[in-house]
């Protein structure tokens, strides 16, 4: 059950489809050089291998517990977490200003993924913090800033997101909590807080929340939301601690999954009322918080991916040391380890084949994250910014989505094993299962694609975007008219058939979201995974592409890429045409709403 | 976190897809008569519903423990049991003779649904008892049926089935346990089985485990292979409980879910030997096993449904009561119970139109069933055994499958209280887990279906019942036809559509499993898929036929009905030609086979 990431995939991906040398030519990334990320790499795989990794099966076994108001994690996680603190890794993407290394995100990224991969559960208290470090940076004042963002960026502080509540979930209009301005320039806070992830523990020193709450009279639903900072101790003004502030975690939830990840219920202001300090401008709490939760859909799709190439990691292992029954083909009279039968080489193809398309297009976004804040000119930051947005809700859903099939995949080709805990299978499986609810429900993800990112622009980074996978099917045609190359041939009819089925989606949804809403949004995961497919495949077909060219460079890994891209190309797109269909044919009958409720 | 029995549905599909008037007139089946059947399955319901449903999440919190050798099972479990045996529900399928009520099985299938929809758990130590029940009387001698099944069918003991070892899962060649002969016509066997489902308990007087292990000089494979009766206690002449005999339960599994049935590690003639009793025959032990294994793979089956639906009632009740967020539509400006959205509605409606596709298949099999073996002519009988039995792996592989999809829906759902182990749907989802496992993974009814159910019989079996959806596809046109039927149509097309996409892959099949084998193995699980969502559907358009001829004799149901069924035609049906594109796309490459198991 250990975990060797990924790094020569990652460093391709980087390197050959992301475009690692335009990345590091970029002002303020002129550090990332291809020895440098290379060094960052190996070593992200070294330390969450060796360190991290390990304390997974502990963490599902000896999760988190409430005691006292006070939540102890897991044996390890403080040690773990003050060594990837003092590692740096905390701040890999962050300003230097702040102490941070100012890495590109398309180096964060793979670092994300390595760090899910070793370990969800403790993966999340440093994802949470890049979040509360996001919204310091966005919005927070000079003074906000110099308190918390070094400690934050050290690892010796970690933050938490504290949005829902028992009455607010996805509907953050309904949100109660309030909080009520001071003669001092600080605001008390009052109210429940319930779903916070790392909302207690004891890895750290302090714990800075940010707080969603109301002013007195703000206007109602979304618009009357303001930003709080509400450390658990306050900070004295030389950076020293100070008294514990009004806040208590009142319990932790009993979870599917992520069982060492403590999911507390913090109760503000019970004893007078928790001090907080405004982030930004009151009534604008909602807008830097989307700051905020862009980093961390992006990170939970990633969080997708990693559980996923762990799953199809142990799943390897196990098929190859397994020995059972004789191939179908009479290549053998003596029993043979699974991974030689061909539907357990179908299992873990499609496992291997769906990560890596996956990772390679959350790479391909994390660059054009970092075009859209550093390319010199303001034309192209903007397309990157609208490409990249485009993306977002596509790799929170769709990778995670995905990673619910992978790591069932990963249970069921351990047969009966896969079902007793021990093997560690069923944690995956079972870690995996919040992916695609926190952060944005896949609904949520869905309809932000319909309605924010393929509506309001009437369709035009949707379009960019195909004209891109337009290119790639040109580059497709080449490598396939080139004569025998049957992985081209599949992957230009299939994307091409995919691709298609998306441009006609795309051309759906744009005339009929307003006409039809209810059918345009209760299609709208279709449409999602069909955006998923379509552009994770695309990038299995620009890797394709590259690796018919420099196969003679590496022949084991590029004949596997080859393979695989084959596998995506007959197996996976074609997928594609059901979830056109399934888009369509929501029209007309009022987005399966014409039978009556009570009918249910 | 009740359950209701769908009485409605099942009375419906029995009458109107399964035609009950023709199997209670078949010999033997007399006393099946409409009112005995509706009475049955009433009483059913209300035990189920009243008396087992209500152990469900008890039995996930206070699972099965091992105490020195013994289980004790989940508090209750013992007397709801004895309740179980009492009602005389062990025996509705069984004979008369031996105390059993002799129903068809098209009445004990939907009893079975609702047992299992009402406790997964303890559903189990019953379906395992028919297994036992069904070897003795297919091959038991007169002497070990008259000693064992009266006490089996009334409850008082319960089954088992001892296939599994640790070096032999899905490959019985690999048995090691052995039986030695004795003077006095017994054995005493000798080996140690796992994953024995209520192998050790106390919620009955006696265990009766049936055991396949080998003899002196058997021959080497699954051709040596014998079938025993070993009983934790001797039993008498006069029927009284003697000796105990030397079998230990020395573990049980500590599993993903179905947690209060105990998994035991049996442990065989540690002191001597466990005395057993040969079933029939020496060597035809697989033969026999495979009796009882037909009969709990379509038991299993009818588990992905019962689960399926009990998890669709579920999210229903959550989804009437949560409110969150306003309509897309703008019909509201209140939040409103999330219900009313459309991907919801998606989520649900997808739900039960899988539910209901597979439940009518069950059913109409379980007639087939009762026809192959009272039909009074050999040629009938004949045809619908063969039916049956091509039947049998769909349905054990789609339902469960599909359970997979339900239950994780069922999760989504409710959001991030699906992840809260106290709301009861991650339960499903866990308990879920173990359905396209056990009692042979989905890959290996994937290969029955097409090793034994398709190939053998040169395509007979698969393109008799294609006909079958021909005719159903008629009469759709005929009723789309009629003029504005907007769900026949759809139907029409759709399934029209999907039975070509399955015609074309039997052919596939039958041409190329000779010549390409891993590769049409490598596509199986793809074309068990395909079969179980043409099936299915065809079910589901067979539904919609009668729907819409007597939807005024009641028009809550059969608009529901129809609804469904639109939403199968539109949304589900066209996954058929995915799939069969990932059937014939797995020729010509070896079927996944031609990436070097060193490259994973």
């Known amino acids: 059950m250990s975990y060797t990431a990924p790094t020569k995939d990652i460093l391709f991906v980087i390197r050959e489809l992301a475009g690692l040398t335009k990345i590091a030519s970029l002002p303020g990334y002129e550090d990332a050089t291809p020895d440098t990320v290379e060094a960052v790499i190996g070593e992200a795989a070294k330390f969450h291998g060796e360190v991290i990794a390990p304390l997974n099966v502990a963490g599902d076994k000896q999760p988190s517990s409430w005691h006292d108001g006070e939540v102890r994690t897991t044996p390890g996680f403080a040690e773990a977490f003050r060594q990837f603190g003092e590692g740096g890794w905390q701040g890999i993407v962050h300003p230097v ?29 440093a994802m949470l913090t890049d979040g509360a470090i996001e919204a310091l940076l966005t919005a927070g ?25 028992p009455q607010a979930g996805s509907d953050l209009a309904l949100l109660r909590t309030r909080a009520e301005p001071q003669a001092d320039g600080s605001y008390k806070v009052f109210g429940t807080k319930i779903f916070i992830t790392y909302g207690d523990h004891d890895m750290a020193d302090n714990i800075v929340h940010l707080v969603l709450a109301r002013t007195p009279g703000a206007p109602e639903g979304v618009k009357g939301i303001s930003l709080f900072v509400v450390p658990k101790f306050l900070v004295n003004d030389d950076g020293s601690l100070g008294a514990r502030n009004d806040v208590q975690c009142v319990s932790i939830e009993h979870k599917l999954g992520i069982k060492a990840s403590p999911t507390a219920v913090l109760q503000f202001g019970d004893h007078g009322g928790a001090i907080g300090y405004l982030v930004g401008e009151e009534n604008r709490g909602l ?55 061909p539907d357990v080489r179908r299992m873990l193809t499609e496992m291997r084949a769906l990560t890596e398309g996956a990772r390679a297009l959350s790479l391909v976004a994390a660059a054009y994250s970092d075009l859209a804040h550093h390319a010199p000119d303001a034309y192209t930051r903007a397309q990157f910014k609208s490409a990249y947005e485009f993306l977002v809700p596509v790799i929170k859903g769709w990778s995670t989505e995905m990673s619910l099939d992978v790591t ?15 093997t560690g299978a069923a944690q995956h499986f079972r870690d995996a299962r919040i992916l695609p609810i926190y952060e944005g429900t896949t609904a949520i993800q869905a309809n932000d694609l319909v309605g924010r990112k393929t509506v309001r622009d009437g369709g035009l980074a949707a379009r960019a975007i195909l004209a ?28 091409g058939y995919a691709r298609m089925a998306l441009g006609r989606a795309v051309d759906f949804v744009l005339e009929n979201a ?58 996976i797109l074609p997928r594609a045409t059901a979830l056109e269909a399934a888009i369509t044919g929501a029209s007309g009958e009022d987005g399966f709403l014409n039978l009556d409720e009570s009918r249910f």
Chains 1, 2 share one sequence.
């Open 97 to 125: 200003e702040f102490g941070g290394q100012g890495l590109p995100k398309l180096v964060g990224t793979p670092c994300m993924e390595m760090m899910n991969a070793a370990n969800l559960s403790f993966a999340l208290c």
């Open 468 to 495: 891109e996978v337009d290119q790639t099917i040109d580059a497709l045609r080449v490598c396939a008219g080139s004569g025998a190359d049957a992985a081209c041939s599949a992957m230009f009819v299939q994307l």
């Open 287 to 341: 807008e830097y918080m989307f700051v905020m939760m862009n980093a961390a859909r992006f990170g939970v799709g990633v969080q997708g991916i990693a559980i996923s190439d762990r799953a199809y990691q142990q799943a390897v292992a196990y098929a190859k040391d397994r020995v059972q029954s004789r191939p179908v083909d009479g290549s053998s009279r003596e029993a043979v380890a699974i991974i030689h039968h």
């Open 141 to 165: 004042s000079d003074e906000l800033k110099q308190r918390f963002l070094p400690r934050l960026i050290a690892g010796e502080w970690t933050g938490t997101m504290n949005l829902t509540e």
């Open 514 to 571: 307003a006409k039809e809403p209810n059918a345009v949004f209760g299609a709208s995961v279709a449409y999602l995974k069909l955006a998923g497919i379509v552009l994770t495949g695309w990038q299995m077909a620009r890797a394709l592409v590259v690796a018919t060219h420099k196969r003679s460079e590496d022949e084991a890994f590029y004949a596997a890429k080859i393979a695989t891209a084959e596998f995506f190309a007959k197996q």
């Open 408 to 422: 069932s995949l990963g249970v069921q080709v351990h047969g009966g094993m896969g079902f007793i805990e021990e």
